[in-house]
């Protein structure tokens, strides 16, 4: 049985992995690691699957905004970078047979035709419920299709594309 595809927000910090990042990578995609929430991880680990679409955020920048999409291209799996004591993302509660986290890998679509920042998106009541003007602070946030094709829009992508 084929379910509807879902869309979601994932920030990232440019200096950390920015979406030029994500294009650079072979085929342009990477995986989505590093996320230590439950509900984040509950939403990658259960919720996430390839064909949804991903509005690319950066965030912790002076004008943080959504700069691109991207797809998902494997559903959840446990973070390995979880395991590793000389990473950042080590939790040394985490093991093979206890992942506690995990990633998605997702594919560089296409960047915005401009940015649409967050300042840009509070002043619009279409996407005033959105999680992420809810002051969220959750780095995977889902994201209605109404939300989606109004911030396409605002970022001048008015034609469909195949994502």
């Excluded at 979406?19 to 690691?33: A, I, K, M, Q």
């Excluded at 919720?47 to 999409?69: R, T």
């Excluded at 996407?127 to 911030?151: G, H, K, Y």
């Amino acid at each position: 049985m084929n379910r509807e595809r879902r869309y979601w927000l994932f920030k990232s910090e440019p200096s950390c992995f920015s979406f030029d990042d994500l294009g650079s990578r072979p085929n342009g995609t990477e995986h989505w690691d590093g996320v230590r929430n439950f509900q984040a991880r509950n939403l990658l680990r259960d919720e996430i699957k390839p064909g949804d679409g991903v509005l690319f955020y950066h965030s912790n920048v002076p004008d943080p905004a959504v700069v691109g999409i991207a797809r998902v291209v494997r559903e959840g799996y446990p973070d390995w970078t979880a395991l590793d004591p000389a990473g950042e993302h080590f939790d040394p509660r985490a093991g093979r047979n206890n992942p506690i986290w995990y990633m998605v890998d997702v594919r560089y679509v296409k960047p915005l035709a401009r940015p649409v920042t967050l300042a840009e998106l509070k002043m619009h009541p279409e996407v005033a419920d959105m999680v992420l003007l809810q002051r969220s602070r959750l780095s995977v946030q889902p994201v209605t299709p109404a939300q989606w094709e109004f911030i396409l829009r605002l970022g001048g992508i008015h034609e469909p594309f195949n994502l």
